[in-house]
Nanobody, 120 residues
Framework: QVQLVESGGGLVQPGGSLRLSCAASGSISSINVMGWYRQAPGKQRELVASMTSGGSTNYADSVKGRFTISRDNAKNTVSLQMSSLKPEDTAVYVC??????????????WGQGTQVTVSS
């Protein structure tokens, strides 16, 4: 089992910055990928950023250059540094961790989500 707890969400003005953190506990040694998804009202959930255990990253085009994902294996955390925030970044951000089983099937774990609101 893997448990994920997010923190750092809140209200920020356009152009501002915010840092999200996700703390993982449980069977974390088996995790291959950690990342962040977001979902806004009326929109589909989308991948924001992810990082493999080896350090490879993947970003949504809409956040590339503004957001930076980092991972601290020793502390069992993954963070998302968000800068130059825009109103369209407003969403519930959810931490995700995944691993593969022996059949190469993805096993996903999800946090509870944290609200990020970008508004004047």
């Amino acid at each position: 089992q893997v448990q994920l707890v997010e923190s750092g969400g809140g209200l920020v003005q356009p152009g501002g910055s915010l840092r999200l953190s996700c703390a993982a506990s449980g069977s974390i040694s088996s995790i291959n990928v950690m990342g962040w998804y977001r979902q806004a009202p009326g929109k589909q959930r989308e991948l924001v950023a992810s990082m493999t255990s080896g350090g490879s990253t993947n970003y949504a085009d809409s956040v590339k250059g503004r957001f930076t994902i980092s991972r601290d294996n020793a502390k069992n955390t993954v963070s998302l540094q968000m800068s130059s925030l825009k109103p369209e970044d407003t969403a519930v951000y959810v931490c995700n961790a995944k691993r593969t089983n022996w059949r190469a099937e993805w096993i996903n774990y999800w946090g509870q989500g944290t609200q990020v609101t970008v508004s004047s």
